[in-house]
């Protein structure tokens, strides 16, 4: 491509995209056109990939299935082949005739050998449509006594169909004939004492007998069914005169590897097969990767007409749409310019309920709302202000009623008073995200003290605990709510004396505070409604707008230590409570897991 013509299209590109800046109608027209016609191009695509590979996953599980299916049967008829041999092998006469020692020049007695014949004859008629001759190798005479169309023969070892050198191993052995119609099937005999090599019978089969089974494989004329040995040569191509079809070596290749899933796509062909005989040969069958392709052309140029008439509408649809939107867009932009440069109001109708209608909306209340926000920012300062308390102020007032309790000689104030104040000192004081467990037990002490003046002699407080525990380190105010709880909940409706009972245990990585109480307890259906509020995601919780203390304690220990740290309930209707605060095991002297 030459400079000038490179020049000439970027400035018709630079003058393509500038008539586009300068206009709403061209902006709206084009944003429009991409957003009508890129979904329906992507869609189409996406719909005719996803057709081929219906049409593909569709070809691939039913010939899976076919093709293990009849890998199968051809094995079932293969062991009835071998079931013929085995059943030679192991006939009276046979090895009779096997175990006599027979030199090449020695003539075999006429009722023995017609005896022999007779029984190779008996299973070659009963069998004619499996096999075309019957062999049976005497190694130490080196002759081969035959059965072919109906005809008794007895070789020199020439015309063999087995290769009787090669005999040896105590499984079925198979090999291709230059017969492309025939393969050969043959064992070795052992002699019964000694095991010393005595011969072979050999079969040679006919594929026509697998016929039936091959037919029902393939599916339409480009389908391919080949039997390959185990060196991957293709020894028969059922049902198709003239030259095999020659397999692609990749496919070869991934057949020796014996994968498991029998089924490979190379470039040319989906390739389905089964190893049968032992893994000795494999029925593969070849699918033309065209087939899916040519499949879905009426699905593509379907496609094709289809989007080509909604792009055509959506063309005509985006000039009346952009015609229509522009007036009013471009009427309120000049208000806008208006009131920002004159900072005066200019009156625009808001009659209409589309985006447009609330634009104009937005824009009457511009004037209106910088008013409203001068407003409203000096009403919140002046709330700001008639809220601040100083708690400096409130603990010192009421460490002076309790100076005055003194005073007067009335203990029981002083000491609720001492215990108010000190309360409100700790709130004031927590200012980190742990503290140490003693304080944490002095708070819940100062509680209680309120608690005993207001019941008088209901409570009664059980300790047990654990020396090493009281450095041990806790989130602030995670056990005053559960005591409270007691009280709100449990102790509200119980008769006879109140017990609360704190625990601690210090574990090597862990420490349980137990907070119990022999109130009314929980029923079941209470208890596993929350326990289910509890298991909860951590979010679910925080930003669930109910006020519940057990839920947001439980959600501070978990965010703050893990989903294995938490809060632990256990309830009896009529027995009462016990709530376990599982933590690790942190230290105020070591400030880490201990």
């Known amino acids: 491509m030459s400079n000038r013509l490179r020049l000439k299209l970027l400035a018709a590109f630079q003058s393509f995209i500038q008539s586009f800046s300068s206009s709403i109608k061209r902006k709206l027209f084009l944003v429009m056109m991409l957003l009508t016609c890129l979904p329906l191009i992507v869609l189409t695509v996406v719909a005719i990939r996803n057709a081929e590979d219906r049409l593909e996953s569709e070809i691939t599980r039913s010939n899976l299935s076919k093709i293990e299916w009849t890998g199968s049967f051809v094995d079932d008829q293969i062991q009835v082949l071998d079931q013929i041999l085995f059943s030679l092998m192991n006939d009276q006469a046979v090895s009779t005739f096997m175990d006599a020692a027979q030199k090449p020049d020695d003539p075999v007695e006429f009722p023995v050998q017609n005896n022999l014949f007779d029984k190779l004859s008996a299973q070659y008629v009963s069998n004619l449509k499996s096999f075309d001759e019957i062999q049976l190798f005497k190694k130490d005479a080196g002759k081969v006594y035959a059965i072919r169309s109906g005809e008794e ?57 697998f016929n039936p089974l091959f037919e029902s494989l393939k599916s339409g004329d480009s ?45 040319k062909y989906y390739a389905f097969y089964q190893p049968f005989a032992g893994g000795k040969m494999t029925l ?40 229509k939107a522009t007036a009013p867009i471009l009427k309120l932009v000049r208000a806008i310019t208006w009131t920002e440069e004159t900072n005066s109001e200019i009156y625009i109708g808001h009659d209409r309920q589309d985006e447009i209608g609330l634009l104009e909306q937005k824009y009457a209340q511009i004037i209106k709302s910088r008013y409203q926000i001068h407003i409203e920012k000096r009403t919140a300062q002046l709330k700001a202000l008639q809220a601040q308390i100083n708690p400096h102020f409130l603990h010192n007032t009421l460490q002076s009623i309790g100076a005055m309790a003194v005073v007067k000689d009335v203990p029981d104030i002083y000491h609720i008073i001492q215990a108010m104040s000190s309360n409100l000192r700790y709130t ?67 008769r006879g004396g109140w017990v609360i009972r704190i625990k601690t245990t210090w574990e090597p990585d862990k420490l349980r505070i137990e907070i119990a109480d022999n109130g009314t307890g929980m029923s079941e259906q209470s208890e596993f409604e929350l326990k289910e509020r509890l298991s909860r995601n951590i979010e679910d919780i925080i930003e669930s707008k109910e006020s519940m203390a057990l839920s947001n304690i439980h959600a501070r220990m978990k965010t703050q230590f893990g989903s294995e740290f938490g809060l632990e309930i256990e309830s009896e209707w009529q027995s009462g409570t016990r709530v376990t605060l599982v933590l690790p095991n942190l230290s105020a002297q070591g400030g880490g897991f201990s």
């Open 153 to 209: 023969r007895i070789l020199n070892d020439q015309g063999s169909v087995a290769p009787w050198n090669a005999l040896g191993g105590r499984k079925a052995a198979f090999i291709a004939d230059p017969d492309p119609g025939h393969f050969t099937m043959y064992r070795s005999i052992y002699r019964f004492i000694g095991l010393d090599l005595e011969g072979g019978i050999a079969l040679q089969v006919n594929w026509s007998m």
């Open 223 to 267: 389908a391919k069914i080949l039997i390959l040995d185990d060196t991957g040569k293709v020894v028969l191509e059922p049902m198709v005169s003239g030259a095999a079809t020659a397999v692609p070596e990749d496919i070869i290749t991934r057949i020796h590897g014996h994968s498991g899933d029998h089924f490979y796509k190379s470039g």
């Open 284 to 323: 593969v069958k070849l699918i033309p990767t065209s087939v899916v392709s040519e499949s879905g052309k009426n699905t593509i140029w379907f496609s094709i007409w289809i989007v080509s008439i909604l792009i055509v509408v959506s063309i005509l649809f985006s000039i009346i749409v952009s015609n």
């Open 428 to 494: 004031m004081k927590v200012g980190g995200d742990l503290v140490e467990l003693k304080q944490e037990f002095e708070h819940i002490r100062n509680y209680l003290v309120i608690q005993k003046f207001r019941f008088k002699d209901k409570i009664t407080l059980e300790w047990e605990d654990d020396s090493a525990a009281g450095s041990g380190l806790i989130p602030p105010l995670s056990l005053q709510p559960i005591v409270e709880n007691a009280f709100e909940h449990g102790f509200r409706n119980k």
